[in-house]
């Protein structure tokens, strides 16, 4: 992942977060490299990690944020990990492209 949080795939992207739950506001913060050298998006969300609401909450935020249908995003790997793999259908070069956008 050479600085980007994502991996573009033939049917669309697979995208690496670190999750924040029980915020105070749903937000995109930005890019983190990592100690190991990988690199995720850090994502807050006001939702308790309870039963799967964190996880809706972000797909929820993300679907908006890239323009994209809650049913393109499914949750990959990390069901109850602060580390999360989505995987988003559609385009992967415009999918990169929003996601440069909303960064």
Same mark, same amino acid.
């Given at each position: 992942?050479?600085?980007?949080p994502?991996r573009?795939? +033939?049917? *669309?992207? +697979?995208?690496? !977060?670190r999750?924040?739950?029980?915020a105070?506001k749903? $937000?995109?913060?930005?890019?983190?490299?990592?100690?190991? *050298? /990988?690199?995720?998006?850090r994502?807050?969300?006001k939702?308790?990690p309870? #039963?799967? #609401?964190?996880? $809706?909450?972000?797909? /929820?935020l993300? $679907?908006?944020?890239?323009?994209?249908?809650?049913?393109?995003?499914?949750? $990959? +790997?990390?069901?109850?990990?602060?580390? #999360?793999?989505?995987?988003i259908?559609?385009?992967?070069?415009?999918?990169?492209?929003? !996601?440069?956008?909303?960064?």
């Open positions: 992942m050479a600085g980007q994502y573009l795939g +033939s049917d *669309g992207l +697979s995208l690496f !977060l999750v924040t739950p029980n105070g749903d $937000a995109v913060e930005g890019v983190e490299t990592r100690d190991d *050298g /990988t690199v995720v998006l994502i807050r969300v939702a308790v309870d #039963k799967g #609401k964190a996880n $809706a909450a972000v797909v /929820t993300l $679907a908006k944020a890239l323009g994209v249908p809650k049913t393109a995003i499914t949750l $990959a +790997s990390g069901d109850t990990s602060r580390f #999360k793999t989505l995987a259908a559609g385009a992967p070069e415009a999918l990169a492209a929003r !996601l440069k956008a909303i960064l």
